[in-house]
């Protein structure tokens, strides 16, 4: 039997020999068994009966030893893998994440000790399986989510989808992780916007191009200030020519409903993103609306061409409704997972795959009225 003395012999020593001979005889055959090529079943099921009698009877720096040995075994079964798991001590995190192969079984015994420490291990492994992972979303934990929001094996559809998106409200760190995964549909991020970095930000709102929203609450108030869009364009032109950004945050605090603090972010937000928001909600086009976002952002000067175009493809590409309906989201009055009915899905997910950024407007009406744009707010400027 993989090359011992046969089992009963085994017995024998255990039984005359006392702890020490235990501790020699596990840690000897778990490094044997380890050594070893692919066993047969029942080389398999005569090692199991032999390390269940040898763990118990050794000592526990003898059992920590031997677990870290058998570990190191590709051909363990189940019950091999839940002696690893339960007598290989502190290193049990560096097990779960090296571990060539893990058996559902051992995986579900794991999410059912509810440690969510070793859970969020567990919920980063590739070869995860659907029952274990169904147990995972079940735990109240942002060790674990933050886990799952990161794995990429894991796909986000059905009840997994609307657990990462609600998580993601919740934790930043959850959001900016399904920012960065291509099969995310990063409009249901919309809560977590402001939690996001520049870049995912655009990503949120290109997440609406060409796209139908149900409808949004704010849209009628929205409606009524958009028959003095002209006037409102001027006046936050002017404001932010000035930098007066404490006035703009009033002047959004009234005309969208928002509290002060979130209509603050959105005043000193110097890259444009959650201004482009409230601008198109209010009906604005590329000709008003450019002319606002260039007085209010600060960029390189080398990228700021491309930005200005993004937002001048935006401002094609992106409706009046989707705005209202993400700016509704802001303040708390839509459900967001509304998105995922077939209905108001994007009408290319592949777009989604490209980040905003480098998708650059190839108009020459939208790329000579950025030039002038540049041109007037570099005078300005002077």
């Known amino acids: 039997m993989i090359g011992f003395q046969p089992y009963e012999t085994f017995q024998l020593l255990i039984e005359s020999?006392?702890?020490d001979r235990a501790n020699t005889l596990l840690v000897?055959?778990?490094?044997?068994?380890?050594?070893?090529?692919?066993?047969?079943n029942l080389e398999v099921e005569q090692f199991e009966v032999l390390a269940s009698r040898l763990?118990?009877?050794?000592?526990?720096?003898?059992?920590?030893?031997?677990?870290?040995?058998?570990?190191?075994?590709?051909?363990?079964?189940?019950?091999?893998?839940?002696?690893?798991?339960?007598?290989i001590g502190d290193d049990l995190l560096a097990y779960l994440a090296e571990a060539p192969t893990?058996?559902?079984?051992?995986?579900?015994?794991?999410?059912?000790t509810a440690d969510t420490k070793v859970c969020a291990v567990l919920a980063a492994r590739q070869d995860i399986s659907n029952v274990a992972l169904a147990k995972l979303f079940?735990?109240?934990?942002?060790?674990?989510?933050?886990?799952?929001?990161?794995?990429?094996?894991?796909?986000?559809?059905?009840?997994?989808?609307?657990?990462l998106a609600r998580s993601a409200q919740m934790d930043h760190k959850v959001a900016r992780s399904l920012a960065q995964r291509d099969d995310f549909d990063t409009a249901l991020l919309a809560p977590a916007f402001f939690d996001l970095e520049e870049a995912d930000r655009?990503?949120?709102?290109?997440?609406f191009s060409l796209r139908k929203t149900p409808s949004a609450p704010i849209k009628r108030t929205l409606e009524q200030v958009s028959l003095v869009k002209e006037d409102l364009a001027k006046?936050?032109?002017?404001?932010?020519?000035?930098?007066?950004?404490?006035?703009?945050?009033?002047l959004l605090t009234q005309i969208t409903g928002m509290d002060e603090i979130r209509c603050g972010q959105i005043a000193h937000d110097v890259s444009g993103a959650a201004l482009f928001?409230?601008?198109?909600?209010?009906?604005?086009?590329?000709?008003?609306?450019?002319?606002?976002i260039i007085h209010a952002t600060s960029h390189e000067e080398e990228d700021r061409s491309e930005t200005l175009s993004t937002y001048a493809r935006m401002f094609q590409n992106i409706s009046t409704d989707a705005m209202a309906f993400l700016l509704s989201s802001w303040r708390g009055e839509v459900n967001l997972l509304d998105l995922a009915k077939p209905q108001y899905r994007p009408f290319n997910e592949d777009t989604n795959r490209v980040s905003p950024a480098r998708r650059v407007s190839n108009d020459p009406v939208i790329t000579q009225a950025i030039g002038a744009l540049e041109r007037i707010g570099a005078r300005r400027a002077s």
Do not use: W
């Open 17 to 19: 020999g006392g702890i």
């Open 28 to 40: 000897a055959a778990c490094d044997a068994f380890s050594r070893r090529g692919k066993p047969h």
């Open 55 to 87: 763990f118990p009877t050794a000592a526990l720096g003898a059992r920590i030893k031997a677990a870290a040995t058998l570990g190191r075994s590709e051909f363990l079964s189940p019950k091999l893998e839940q002696l690893v798991v339960a007598n």
């Open 102 to 112: 893990l058996s559902e079984e051992t995986m579900i015994g794991i999410v059912s």
């Open 138 to 163: 079940q735990l109240n934990s942002r060790r674990v989510y933050r886990a799952l929001a990161a794995n990429k094996a894991m796909r986000p559809r059905g009840p997994y989808l609307n657990a």
């Open 202 to 207: 655009l990503k949120v709102i290109d997440a």
């Open 235 to 250: 006046a936050l032109m002017k404001l932010f020519m000035e930098n007066r950004r404490p006035e703009i945050t009033r």
């Open 277 to 292: 928001v409230v601008l198109r909600a209010f009906g604005l086009t590329s000709q008003d609306g450019l002319k606002v």
